[in-house]
Every structure is written in C-alpha cells, then in structure tokens.
C-alpha cells in the first residue's frame, strides 16, 4: 500500500505476556521511528532507525521494550512481561533520509491492552 | 530542550467561521515546525511545516500557519472551518539537533471542535 501499515491494530493481552508490533514502512523510507500515545503522557519518541546505523533507543522506558529493523525495512516491537501502564496506542511513522524537513508519515497504530 | 505548548484543550468554532489553533515553541537554534492532524482511530496525518522561508506556510485542506519568531509562536488557521475539520491537532518540533534531530516533540494536543 501507500502508507505506513502496521498490525494489529488491536491487541488485549494479559499482564506478563510479551507482545509483539509490526510495522512496515513506506517503500523508499529510510528512517522509521517508534511512538507511543497515551493519556497521560501525550505523544512520546520511543525509537529511531536510519539506514545502516546504530537505532537512537534513547526513548524507550525500560528494558523490557526492544525494536528491531531487518533489511532496512520491516520493524517490529517488542515488550517483553508486559504491565498495565503500558496500555497506550504504538505509532510507527516513516520518512526519506533524515534532512530535518522531512515531514513523518504516520500509520493507524496499534491499540495496546494490558488486563 | 525543545518543547511546544498548546495553550488550549479544546477551540470550539462555527461552520464557516476562521479558526486558530495555538502553537508556541522553545527551542535552541533554528525551528523546524509541524502541525498534524489526527482523526479517531487514525494515525496523525501531516498538515505542514516550516523550515525557513516565507512566515505564512500553506498547508493541506486549507490549513495555513503564521510563524512568528518574535513571539516564538507558530498557530494554526483556516479561514473558513468545516464540520469535517473537527479532529485533534498536533503542534511538532524537531529535538535538538546534537542529540535529538530525528525526533518530533509534540505538543499536547487541541481537539477542534467545529458545529454546523
């Protein structure tokens, strides 16, 4: 497709279960990023990949969240003995190479239930 | 460290009347500024920036913005809104860029709210 897609778009889950999100980019996008949603804490940077380099993890609230990016392409993420406070709407976004103006397109997200 | 607020939780206006959404910034060195617009349960679909250049950006769907330098302020307008322009809007802006370049600092968000 045209967008940025991610899936699920839903997902409940029991406290303590790993998870995992996927997102697939807009062909051509070399930088994808993480976000996160909630109501208490807005819109939040989790994660950043470019190309070839080493991902900007500076984001991400604990160890138990991870991301990986293979071929350039497909990213998925990863929260492992998931908590109820993690409960929020995941956003990937990509853009072209990184030159600072270029705007970031997001996908629908997925909604992230802990019970 | 960059940062925006948006004053104002909710703008309510009337079908055809102009409206203005709030956006001010701090930042060190040069802005880069974005405003998104996210429907429910969609993801935030860009509306514009500004990066250098001409103080009034257009925008998509009619929007424009108005940066201002002196007042730190970047607000949203369109001069005529309709119902269908009622959604959460998103002022951005992009981290510092030694450390934080590739990210968007998002501002907490206006819902707009447009009657018929």
């Known amino acids: 497709g045209a967008g940025v897609s991610q899936s699920p778009s839903n997902k409940v889950t029991e406290k303590g279960k790993d998870v995992e999100l996927r997102c697939d980019p807009i062909?051509?996008?070399?930088?994808l990023y993480w976000y996160r949603q909630s109501l208490g804490q807005g819109l939040e940077f989790l994660i950043y990949?470019?190309?070839?380099?080493?991902?900007?993890k500076s984001g991400l609230p604990s160890d138990r969240f991870s991301a990986e990016r293979t071929g350039g392409s497909v990213s998925t993420l990863t929260i492992q003995r998931t908590q109820q406070e993690d409960s929020a709407v995941y956003l990937c976004?990509?853009?072209?190479?990184?030159?600072?103006?270029?705007?970031?397109?997001f996908g629908d997200g997925t909604r992230l239930s802990i019970l | 460290a960059q940062s925006v607020a948006q004053p104002e939780d909710q703008v309510n206006v009337a079908e055809g009347n102009p409206l203005t959404v709030k956006c001010t910034y701090s930042?060190?060195?040069?802005?880069?500024l974005f405003w998104y617009v996210q429907y429910p349960n969609r993801g935030l679909q860009f509306l514009l920036k500004?990066?250098?250049?001409?103080?009034l950006v257009k925008g998509s769907y009619g929007f424009e913005a108005e940066f201002n330098k002196s007042q730190t302020s970047f607000h949203l307008k369109k001069p005529s809104a309709l119902v269908s322009d009622s959604a959460l809007y998103f002022c951005?802006?992009?981290?510092?860029?030694?450390?934080?370049?590739?990210?968007?600092?998002f501002g907490t968000g206006t819902r707009l709210l447009v009657s018929p």
């Open positions: 976004a990509s853009s072209l190479a990184n030159g600072g103006n270029q705007p970031q397109h």
């Open positions: 062909s051509g996008h070399t930088a």
């Open positions: 990949f470019q190309g070839n380099s080493a991902p900007d």
């Open positions: 930042v060190s060195g040069n802005p880069y």
């Open positions: 500004y990066i250098t250049g001409d103080n």
């Open positions: 951005a802006v992009r981290g510092p860029r030694n450390t934080g370049f590739q990210k968007l600092v």
